[in-house]
């Protein structure tokens, strides 16, 4: 019931961006504001990978691949994190997953796909 749900994904061109929104609407407010946040992606073939975290202090760390193009965020008043992304890549198509972390649990969106074209 703790689970987040994301939403945003589509199909863009390169260079294009989509804003991806992650929200945990069966948590109370209080619950939000301890959790940690991140986005991680897994493209067919490939290990899944840390893309972005913000912490509950909105401390945020990103893997060197999409710095200077994706920004992590949160808004607490909505209960939801975004991942904007701009300057996409394809080798950014992937499914991306949001996570939130609670007192030691993790706990998994379904995904939403990402598809870049050239």
């Known amino acids: 019931q703790g689970d987040p749900v994301e939403s945003g994904g589509g199909s863009v061109q390169a260079g294009g961006s989509l804003k991806l929104s992650c929200r945990a609407p069966?948590?109370?407010?209080?619950?939000?504001?301890?959790?940690?946040y991140s986005w991680f992606r897994q493209a067919p073939g490939k290990q899944r990978e840390l893309v972005a975290s913000?912490?509950?202090?909105?401390?945020?760390q990103y893997v060197d691949s999409v710095k200077g193009r994706f920004s992590i965020s949160r808004d607490n008043s909505r209960k939801s994190v975004y991942l904007q992304m701009n300057d996409l890549k394809p080798e950014d198509t992937a499914v991306y997953y949001c996570t939130r972390r609670y007192r030691g649990q993790e706990y998994w969106g379904p995904g939403t796909q990402v598809t870049v074209s050239s």
């Open positions: 913000i912490t509950s202090g909105g401390s945020t």
């Open positions: 069966r948590i109370i407010l209080s619950v939000f504001w301890e959790d940690d």
